[in-house]
C-alpha cells in the first residue's frame, strides 16, 4: 500500500502563506486522484482539495477557492498545497489522501491518507 507523507505546516499569522508537500512511497495504479482534507479539533473532516493525476482536474472547497492551489510534480509523485491568505478558520490538521476516482476523492472517500501536517493560524 503507498504510503503517504504530508509536510510544511507550521505556525504562522493571518494573511500569511504556507505550502504544504505529500511525497507518496510508489506510484499506486488505483488512486487516480491525490486530495487534501483538513480536520480541526472536535469539528468533522472537511474537504480542501482534489486533483486528478492523470488530466489535471482540480476541486477545491468552498472556503478555500481562490486562496489555495493544488499542484502535482508527477516524477516524483509529490502533491503541494499553496496556502495563501491564511485565516485563523484554516487552523486544523492538513492530511493528502489517495483516492481512486475523482469523485471518490471530492466525496471525501479516500483508500489511504497519511499523518498529517498541522496548519495554525494565529496573530
Known amino acids: 500500500q503507498v504510503q503517504l507523507v504530508e509536510s510544511g505546516g507550521g505556525l504562522v499569522q493571518p494573511g500569511e502563506s504556507l505550502r504544504l508537500s505529500c511525497a507518496a512511497s510508489?506510484?499506486?495504479?488505483?488512486?487516480?486522484?491525490v486530495g487534501w482534507f483538513r480536520q480541526a479539533p472536535g469539528k468533522e473532516a472537511e474537504g480542501v482539495s482534489c486533483m486528478s493525476i492523470g488530466d489535471g482536474r482540480t476541486y477545491y472547497g468552498d472556503s478555500v477557492k481562490g486562496r489555495f492551489t493544488v499542484s502535482r510534480t508527477n516524477a516524483q509523485n509529490t502533491t503541494s498545497l499553496q496556502l495563501n491568505s491564511l485565516k485563523a478558520e484554516d487552523t486544523a490538521k492538513y492530511y493528502c489522501?489517495?483516492?481512486?476516482?475523482?469523485?471518490?476523492?471530492?466525496?471525501?472517500?479516500?483508500?489511504?491518507w497519511g499523518p498529517g501536517t498541522q496548519v495554525t493560524v494565529s496573530s
Open positions: 510508489e506510484d499506486d495504479l488505483d488512486y487516480q486522484t
Open positions: 489522501g489517495g483516492a481512486r476516482t475523482f469523485s471518490n476523492c471530492v466525496s471525501g472517500n479516500y483508500g489511504s
